[in-house]
């Protein structure tokens, strides 16, 4: 896994921005000084290598060190941008024995041309990167070359009509002048300000910090090193300095994947400046007669490095933050699902506990109120024996009502009772002939099934199944009974009747029998066609039958 150099916004963006706002006037002037020296001493190197005593160069650091380190203080810096660029054209004229008032005002155009070009730059880069490094997206690198780009082409528009305006360059350089100096200012923006952010970044304060951060690419910086330099200080352009060239990319791309952007913003400036050396002596893959071009297409190439390696870093980033995104997603759904299957387990158990509850009721309740029936069957028998003689018709006829009464209530509670039982007795689990049971139970109709001359039909060969022998017995002996006394025959029509039509009953039986299934972890139902008849339906929950000991 590559080191992860993401940034966080307490280590980035809002310190710098507090620091610059907060700083007080030393260390602001400080700042200006340093960054005027920097630039100075960089555009010193820079102008070295000038294309055709053009002050156009394609080797132009200063444009990333004024874009980067105004990023990182804001545009209070950029007068040192202004002083730096200022006086480093002015020693250049003096150089070339053409210090004047005219170069003077060259000079201090050139400068502004170069602070426009940090400000518009700066001003860009805080709205596009907001709190993310250069690399964080693929949507930030484009942004950042774009805005590299296009800032840079404000100062190369500036210099080249400043020299083209003031005699300094013939109308038909004005081309290639400002290709040359758009050329260098892009490079140098896309080699040193990723770098210097990524520095800002870490919030390293030491120099053993900053060799904690450097010690792990510190043997494929010098690899890398070794393979640049027979690359661009070969003394022959060979098939061979070609391939190597070639080769960099993907050796860099894997570097990248393993050590992460640090390899990345060390590496490319390192091979820029080996590129440079060897194309000035005239050796590597890009050597030519016109040692401008030649730089050109060294810089081009090592530019291409780092817009290739810097999307690489971006795509790296981006699948980090997506996996990372979605093991929070998991987590998140993980969660989610762990407490919701707590809930519907405590929901469970409470409705267990209720079931329970309900059950142990209605055991008490229909146990308990046995007696008092019984009490008042009794007490009404005896009202009948001992004052039957002194009793009118009338009530003797009421009293002969009541208990038929009190015989459907007991019939009630017995029902009551049986049906609590059902949920409360454990079942007997056995391998089943479902064939035996329907035919016990048929035997115990036999007499109902003759008297009512019912014709009994069985179409299919039950299967044996894992139940409790009892309870199923019931669940036929129910269904059967029901409908041996509600059948449509001609003499027997269905319609709404009283309690004691049809034998009478207490109504439960569906209620036991769907009680029995569910237990069985199956369910029931009936399928109803008017006029034609009714179907009662069951399944029983399929089980592993336990291992049997031969």
């Not at 202004?82 to 155009?109: H, P, Q």
């Not at 999307?311 to 981006?318: K, P, Y």
């Not at 093991?327 to 506990?353: H, I, M």
């Not at 005896?382 to 039957?388: M, Q, T």
């Given at each position: 896994?590559?080191?992860?150099?993401?940034?966080?916004?307490?280590?980035?963006?809002?310190?710098?921005?507090?620091?610059?706002?907060?700083?007080?006037?030393q260390?602001?002037?400080?700042?200006?000084?340093?960054?005027a020296?920097?630039?100075?001493?960089?555009?010193?190197?820079?102008?070295?290598?000038?294309?055709?005593?053009?002050?156009?160069?394609?080797?132009?650091?200063?444009?990333?060190?004024?874009?980067?380190?105004?990023?990182?203080?804001?545009?209070?810096?950029?007068p040192?941008?202004?002083?730096?660029?200022?006086?480093?054209?002015?020693?250049?004229?003096?150089?070339?024995?053409?210090?004047?008032?005219?170069?003077?005002?060259?000079?201090?155009?050139?400068?502004?041309?170069?602070?426009?070009?940090?400000?518009?730059?700066?001003?860009?880069?805080?709205?596009?990167?907001?709190?993310?490094?250069?690399?964080?997206?693929?949507?930030?690198?484009?942004?950042?070359?774009?805005t590299?780009?296009?800032?840079?082409?404000?100062?190369?528009g500036?210099?080249?009509?400043?020299l083209?305006?003031?005699g300094?360059?013939?109308q038909?350089?004005?081309?290639?002048?400002?290709?040359?100096?758009?050329?260098?200012?892009?490079?140098?923006?896309?080699?040193?300000?990723?770098?210097?952010?990524?520095?800002?970044?870490?919030?390293?304060?030491?120099?053993?910090?900053?060799?904690?951060?450097?010690?792990?690419?510190?043997?494929?910086?010098?690899?890398?090193?070794?393979?640049?330099?027979?690359?661009?200080?070969?003394?022959?352009?060979?098939?061979?300095?070609?391939?190597?060239?070639?080769?960099?990319?993907?050796?860099?791309?894997?570097?990248?994947?393993?050590?992460?952007?640090?390899?990345?913003?060390?590496?490319?400036?390192?091979?820029?400046?080996i590129?440079?050396?060897?194309?000035?002596?005239?050796?590597?893959p890009?050597?030519?007669?016109?040692?401008?071009?030649?730089l050109?297409?060294?810089?081009?190439?090592?530019s291409?490095?780092?817009?290739?390696?810097l999307?690489?870093?971006?795509?790296?980033?981006?699948a980090?933050?997506?996996?990372?995104?979605?093991?929070?997603?998991?987590?998140?759904?993980?969660?989610?699902?762990?407490?919701?299957?707590?809930?519907?387990?405590?929901?469970?158990?409470?409705?267990?506990?209720?079931?329970?509850d309900?059950?142990?009721?209605?055991?008490?309740?229909?146990?308990?109120?046995?007696?008092?029936?019984?009490?008042?069957?009794?007490?009404?028998a005896?009202?009948?024996?001992?004052?039957?003689?002194e009793?009118?018709?009338?009530?003797?006829?009421?009293?002969?009502?009541?208990?038929?009464?009190?015989?459907?209530?007991?019939?009630?509670?017995?029902?009551?009772?049986?049906?609590?039982?059902?949920?409360?007795?454990?079942?007997?689990?056995?391998?089943?002939?479902?064939?035996?049971?329907?035919d016990?139970v048929?035997?115990?109709?036999?007499?109902?099934?003759?008297?009512?001359?019912?014709?009994?039909?069985?179409?299919?060969?039950?299967?044996q199944?894992y139940?409790?022998?009892?309870?199923?017995?019931?669940?036929?002996?129910?269904?059967?009974?029901?409908?041996?006394?509600?059948?449509?025959?001609?003499?027997?029509?269905?319609?709404?009747?009283s309690?004691?039509?049809?034998?009478?009953?207490t109504?439960?039986?569906?209620?036991?029998?769907?009680?029995?299934?569910?237990?069985?972890?199956?369910?029931?139902?009936?399928?109803?066609?008017?006029?034609?008849?009714s179907?009662?339906?069951?399944?029983?929950?399929?089980?592993?039958?336990?291992?049997?000991?031969?």
């Open positions: 896994m590559p080191p992860n150099n993401s940034l966080t916004p307490a280590m980035f963006f809002p310190s710098a921005i507090s620091a610059y706002r907060a700083s007080s006037l260390t602001h002037l400080f700042r200006i000084v340093c960054l020296l920097g630039y100075f001493f960089a555009a010193r190197l820079g102008l070295q290598l000038q294309f055709s005593a053009s002050q156009a160069t394609p080797v132009w650091l200063p444009s990333g060190i004024a874009i980067g380190v105004t990023f990182l203080f804001g545009v209070r810096v950029l040192g941008v202004l002083v730096g660029a200022v006086v480093a054209n002015l020693v250049d004229f003096y150089s070339k024995g053409m210090l004047g008032s005219v170069s003077f005002i060259a000079a201090l155009l050139i400068g502004i041309g170069n602070t426009c070009e940090a400000w518009v730059a700066t001003v860009i880069l805080r709205r596009l990167l907001v709190e993310r490094f250069v690399s964080d997206s693929v949507s930030d690198i484009l942004g950042f070359v774009a590299i780009g296009g800032a840079c082409l404000l100062s190369a500036v210099g080249a009509l400043t083209a305006t003031l300094f360059l013939p038909s350089m004005i081309p290639a002048v400002f290709f040359t100096w758009w050329i260098g200012d892009v490079i140098g923006g896309m080699l040193l300000v990723p770098g210097i952010l990524l520095l800002w970044s870490q919030g390293l304060q030491s120099v053993s910090a900053y060799i904690r951060m450097f010690r792990p690419i510190f043997v494929p910086l010098m690899g890398l090193g070794l393979m640049s330099a027979l690359t661009f200080l070969w003394p022959e352009n060979s098939l061979l300095t070609i391939s190597q060239a070639c080769l960099l990319l993907p050796v860099l791309m894997l570097l990248t994947l393993r050590f992460g952007r640090i390899l990345t913003v060390s590496a490319v400036p390192m091979i820029a400046l590129a440079v050396l060897g194309t000035i002596r005239g050796a590597g890009f050597a030519r007669e016109d040692s401008n071009s030649a050109i297409l060294s810089l081009v190439f090592v291409t490095l780092v817009f290739s390696l999307l690489l870093d971006a795509i790296r980033h981006e980090q933050c997506a996996a990372s995104n979605l093991e929070q997603v998991n987590a998140l759904l993980e969660q989610r699902v762990t407490d919701r299957t707590q809930q519907l387990e405590q929901a469970n158990s409470e409705l267990e506990r209720s079931n329970r309900l059950d142990d009721f209605a055991y008490i309740a229909s146990h308990d109120l046995r007696e008092p029936l019984r009490g008042i069957q009794n007490l009404i005896f009202l009948i024996e001992d004052h039957g003689e009793m009118s018709p009338e009530v003797r006829t009421r009293l002969n009502k009541i208990s038929p009464v009190a015989d459907h209530l007991e019939s009630l509670v017995e029902t009551l009772l049986f049906y609590s039982r059902v949920g409360r007795t454990e079942m007997a689990m056995s391998m089943v002939d479902m064939n035996e049971v329907v016990r048929l035997k115990s109709l036999a007499g109902c099934i003759a008297s009512d001359e019912i014709e009994i039909r069985r179409s299919i060969i039950l299967p199944s139940c409790d022998r009892a309870r199923i017995g019931e669940v036929f002996q129910n269904l059967l009974t029901n409908a041996l006394k509600y059948n449509d025959k001609p003499h027997r029509c269905r319609r709404l009747h309690q004691e039509k049809f034998g009478g009953g109504g439960a039986g569906m209620t036991i029998c769907q009680k029995i299934i569910e237990r069985h972890g199956g369910r029931i139902w009936i399928e109803s066609s008017p006029g034609i008849g179907r009662f339906c069951f399944t029983l929950k399929a089980h592993e039958l336990p291992n049997r000991v031969a």
